[in-house]
T-cell receptor, first 111, second 113 residues
Framework: KQEVTQIPAALSVPEGENLVLNCSFT??????LQWFRQDPGKGLTSLLL?????REQTSGRLNASLDKSSGRSTLYIAASQPGDSATYLC??????????FGAGTTVTVRA | ETGVTQSPTHLIKTRGQQVTLRCSSQ?????VSWYQQALGQGPQFIFQ???????GRGNFPPRFSGLQFPNYSSELNVNALELDDSALYLC????????????FGPGTRLTVL
């Protein structure tokens, strides 16, 4: 059974600082890994998807890396803004196309 | 906006009752998945439907059941509601190729009293 862990559980930074969010998973036989953003009481918004054959994916200020052999992914958010305040969820898609989620990292960016 | 809608937004039921939650996927998305998200936790996979057939199930009892219709809508039914069923229920749809990016709806907040 795939277990996904996200560290830290919460993070508070001043505006402009770079964010580093970590995700680890127990089974390296994955199809892809996805990062989502969730605002309070809302649904999930897809940020980045990394295929199992890729090492990283970038979109604007966001960059996600994947090290499948060690079971780790890192999401970097450059030059954080108050609008980046949200919960960030890592989800591992197994080879049967099912998503397993971590509990998330709640980010607060202070103006 | 993901193009995935869910109804109702909020729902309050009492223990033992039955509930039906609805989801409308994007046109052309043949795969729909349902998730349960308890407060402070990540979503847990309930089941997935592909072309109107169940295509996998998470660790949920049979009182959680679903349907997918040809018009890209789907339902999640929960019988004999328990207090622990209180959660945000999310549906997510994917394009034809399974394993692609999933597009989530805003969710239905279910409270069981």
């Amino acid at each position: 059974k795939q277990e996904v862990t996200q560290i830290p559980a919460a993070l508070s930074v001043p505006e402009g600082e770079n964010l580093v969010l970590n995700c680890s998973f127990t089974d390296s036989a994955i199809y892809n890994l996805q990062w989502f953003r969730q605002d309070p009481g809302k649904g999930l918004t897809s940020l980045l998807l990394i295929q199992s054959s890729q090492r990283e994916q970038t979109s604007g200020r966001l960059n996600a890396s994947l090290d499948k052999s060690s079971g780790r992914s890192t999401l970097y958010i450059a030059a954080s803004q108050p609008g980046d305040s949200a919960t960030y969820l890592c989800a591992v898609c197994s080879n049967d196309y099912k998503l397993s989620f971590g509990a998330g990292t709640t980010v607060t960016v202070r103006a | 906006e993901t193009g995935v809608t869910q109804s109702p937004t909020h729902l309050i039921k009492t223990r033992g009752q039955q509930v039906t939650l609805r989801c409308s996927s994007q046109s052309g998305h043949n795969t729909v998945s349902w998730y349960q998200q308890a407060l402070g936790q990540g979503p847990q996979f309930i089941f997935q439907y592909y072309r109107e057939e169940e295509n996998g199930r998470g660790n949920f009892p049979p009182r959680f059941s679903g349907l997918q219709f040809p018009n890209y809508s789907s339902e999640l039914n929960v019988n004999a509601l328990e207090l622990d069923d209180s959660a945000l229920y999310l549906c997510a749809s994917s394009p034809v190729f399974r394993g692609d990016t999933q597009y989530f709806g805003p969710g239905t907040r279910l409270t069981v009293l």
